[in-house]
Nanobody, 120 residues
Framework: QVQLQESGPGLVKPSQTFSLTCTVS??????????WTWIRQAPGKGLEWMGH???????YYSPTHESRTFISRDTSKNQITLQLSAVTPQDTAMYYC????????????WGKGTLVTVSS
């Protein structure tokens, strides 16, 4: 059973940088051709793809946030990390990590998400 669990700071001040961690169990982030994705959902809005890191470690970012986004991994801990810099209240959202199937492109496993609130 593949499980993903996000963790993060909860509350962040504007202009700061926050980091979120996704701990994966039941699969290896370096195997099986999957990509590991960060997606967010702001209050009252739809899902927004932030970027992903492939099983090889290649990263791809949404053009909208590319200049502020950094995705990395710790293979020894089987973890994926999202860093978002220069945050504003518009970055307040539930942040999810998900596994993306190489066959369908769909997200087949999701974490429960972690809420990040940007407020002074």
């Amino acid at each position: 059973q593949v499980q993903l669990q996000e963790s993060g700071p909860g509350l962040v001040k504007p202009s700061q940088t926050f980091s979120l961690t996704c701990t994966v169990s039941g699969d290896s982030i370096t195997a099986n051709y999957y990509s590991w994705t960060w997606i967010r959902q702001a209050p009252g809005k739809g899902l927004e793809w932030m970027g992903h890191i492939s099983y090889r470690g290649s990263t791809y970012y949404s053009p909208t946030h590319e200049s502020r986004t950094f995705i990395s991994r710790d293979t020894s801990k089987n973890q994926i990390t999202l860093q978002l810099s220069a945050v504003t209240p518009q970055d307040t959202a539930m942040y999810y990590c998900a596994r993306q199937s190489p066959l369908t492109g769909a997200m087949d496993y999701w974490g429960k998400g972690t809420l990040v609130t940007v407020s002074s």
